[in-house]
């Protein structure tokens, strides 16, 4: 089984700062690619930034130049620091990752539970 914990939301002013993080635990052999997501009242869901094994990373327009995606050298936790913050960036932040397990034999979609950015004007 495998469980991808989220953390680091919460309520900030505009202009300020939010750090998430993302960590994947359970019987992972391998991941892939890990991505943050968002999806704000009323909206599809829609990705925010992506970073591969690689450390190659890609950004919606919206979000490049303020937010980074990052992952630690065991490749299992994924971050995403945000700067500059809009009101517009208000969402639930979902983490995504592409997960081989000892026990698959092809890499599948996981996702976290969700973790609330909220910014106020």
């Known amino acids: 089984q495998v469980q991808l914990v989220e953390s680091g939301g919460g309520l900030v002013q505009a202009g300020g700062s939010l750090r998430l993080s993302c960590a994947a635990s359970g019987s992972i052999f391998k991941i892939n690619h890990m991505a943050w997501y968002r999806q704000a009242p009323g909206k599809q869901r829609e990705l925010v930034a992506s970073?591969?094994?690689?450390?190659?990373?890609n950004y919606a327009f919206s979000v490049r130049g303020r937010f980074t995606i990052s992952r630690d050298n065991a490749g299992n936790t994924v971050y995403l620091q945000m700067n500059s913050l809009e009101p517009e960036d208000t969402a639930v932040y979902y983490c995504?990752?592409?997960?081989?397990?000892?026990?698959?034999?092809?890499?599948?979609?996981?996702w976290g539970q969700g973790t609330q950015v909220t910014v106020s004007s």
């Open positions: 970073i591969n094994r690689l450390g190659t990373t």
């Open positions: 995504n990752a592409e997960i081989l397990t000892y026990t698959s034999g092809s890499y599948y979609p996981y």
